[in-house]
T-cell receptor, first 114, second 110 residues
């Protein structure tokens, strides 16, 4: 089954404790992206990757890091989480980011930073 | 600066009637528009899209209309079914990323 998976689905942590949220897709997609969703706002892009070893900042990259060492994986790293990073996070992938190819989304990771 | 806006937080429609969901955008450089359906605590799922060179795209009960001069698009669902109840999110493609609206909650009453 074609899918995007994220782990963990739920995470409660404390300020300053490094964490990684994993994202994996099995569709051989070149493009992957991370979004956060906050109440009353649309999904906002954190980072994206056009292909292996190619990453770039989205609209809200502060406090986050990513890496793309393999095509299928795109982990999101919070080196020193803060309470304002409490949010619902989505990973997405698509086969090409041109012509409106739809992005496939993971199930989401709800992160709480105390 | 919200480039994609969905001004109606919610919409309630009777089963069998038409649902019209609206979306406005500010950036004339957007060249593709998409609608996603979303349930709480789940990722969005793609519904339908339209290129900026078209003004209408239809897929079964779902039709998207684009009015470039007004920078406005709408999603029509006919006939509406209770299973259509969800959050509908409008998105616009701008170069190498999607810009999302905040979503509209659709409730279809039986």
């Amino acid at each position: 089954e074609a899918q995007v998976t994220q782990n963990p689905r739920y995470l409660i942590t404390v300020t300053g404790k490094k964490l990684t949220v994993t994202c994996s897709q099995n569709m051989n997609h070149e493009y992957m992206s991370w979004y956060r969703q906050d109440p009353g706002l649309g999904l906002r892009q954190i980072y994206y990757s056009m292909n292996v070893e190619v990453t770039d900042k989205g609209d809200v990259p502060e406090g986050y890091k990513v890496s793309r060492k393999e095509k299928r994986n795109f982990p999101l790293i919070l080196e020193s989480p803060s309470p304002n990073q409490t949010s619902l996070y989505f990973c997405a992938s698509s086969s090409r980011l041109a012509g409106g190819n739809e992005q496939f989304f993971g199930p989401g990771t709800r992160l709480t930073v105390l | 600066d919200q480039q994609v806006k969905q001004n109606s937080p919610s919409l309630s429609v009777q089963e069998g009637r038409i649902s019209i969901l609206n979306c406005d955008y500010t950036n004339s450089m957007f060249d593709y528009f998409l609608w996603y359906k979303k349930y709480p605590a789940e990722g969005p799922t793609f519904l339908i899209s339209i290129s900026s060179i078209k003004d209408k795209n239809e897929d079964g009960r779902f039709t998207v209309f684009l009015n470039k001069s007004a920078k406005h698009l709408s999603l029509h669902i006919v006939p509406s079914q209770p299973g259509d109840s969800a959050v509908y999110v409008c998105a616009a493609f701008n170069g190498n990323k999607l810009v999302f609206g905040a979503g509209t909650i659709l409730r279809v009453k039986s």
